[in-house]
């Protein structure tokens, strides 16, 4: 098992789930932090972002769906500048 920090930067959702764990198992120690709230935005940062990758691979998806089936010569051309949720 890597250690946290390589986890970081190798599987972000599931490093937010294990430090999401520790926390909730270091709860009763005697730091005043607000342990179960720190735990549960940990865990959404990784689910908005797992989130967030589902929603643009679905674009990407439609996207490609679109050009297959289009009759058109270019389909691209007509696409590019028009689509909001691929401006980002």
């Known amino acids: 098992m ?13 490093w937010t ?10 709860r009763g120690s005697n730091l005043p932090l607000d342990w179960e709230n720190l735990a549960e935005e940990i ?3 990784g689910a908005s972002q797992r ?6 691979l679905g674009g990407i998806l439609r996207h490609l769906f679109k ?3 289009s009759p058109a010569v270019d389909p691209r051309a007509g696409w590019r500048g028009n689509c ?5």
């Open 2 to 14: 890597p250690k946290a920090n390589e986890l970081y930067d190798q599987d972000f959702l599931l």
């Open 17 to 26: 789930k294990e430090q999401a764990t520790a926390l909730r198992r270091a």
């Open 43 to 45: 865990e959404s940062l």
């Open 51 to 56: 989130t967030e990758l589902n929603r643009k």
């Open 67 to 69: 050009l297959e089936a």
């Open 84 to 88: 909001p949720r691929c401006t980002n």
